[in-house]
């Protein structure tokens, strides 16, 4: 089967754990600990995308007092991340697809954008799912072709 296909249905994550703008970053931060993702859609009070935040975009945050004594620096974070709100962080301007788009769009998107999630959408723009490089590459490492003989 070629990658045109291949809709994206068939291969994203449907499972997605999200956060609300008037989240504070605390809760990203819960989220990032305890779970194995990188990206995290952000959605309003109807489901709909309105940004993401990555891990980097998190990193870039608990990373901000580098110079703090190990013990200061965590009181620092903690401190921050109980202050700041997910809308103050999130990216907004957050590329989405659909579920019947092809995984060949999407590896378009991701090597164009330089992006390693995108979220995936219905008509109305309700979160359904999302799609990472991981996705990809899981689905073309288990083809024939890359299948050991």
């Given at each position: ?23 504070t ?27 993401i ?83 990809l ?13």
């Amino acid at each position: 089967m070629t990658s045109n296909a291949v809709s994206i249905k068939q291969i994203m994550t449907t499972e997605v754990l999200t956060v609300h703008p008037g989240d504070t970053m605390e809760q990203v931060h819960l989220v990032f600990r305890s779970s194995d993702i990188h990206h995290l859609p952000v959605v309003d009070e109807e489901g709909r995308v309105v940004g993401i935040i990555s891990k980097s975009d998190y990193y870039s945050i608990s990373n901000a007092f580098p110079l703090f004594r190990p013990d200061l620096r965590a009181a620092a974070n903690d401190r921050l991340f109980k202050s700041l709100l997910v809308e103050d962080v999130m990216t907004r301007q957050v590329a989405t697809l659909t579920p019947e788009d092809s995984i060949s769009i999407a590896a378009g998107y991701f090597k164009e954008n330089l992006f390693h999630a995108i979220p995936i959408v219905d008509k109305g723009g309700m979160l359904v799912g999302i799609l990472t490089t991981f996705d990809l590459l899981n689905y073309f490492f288990n083809q024939e072709v890359f299948l050991p003989t």
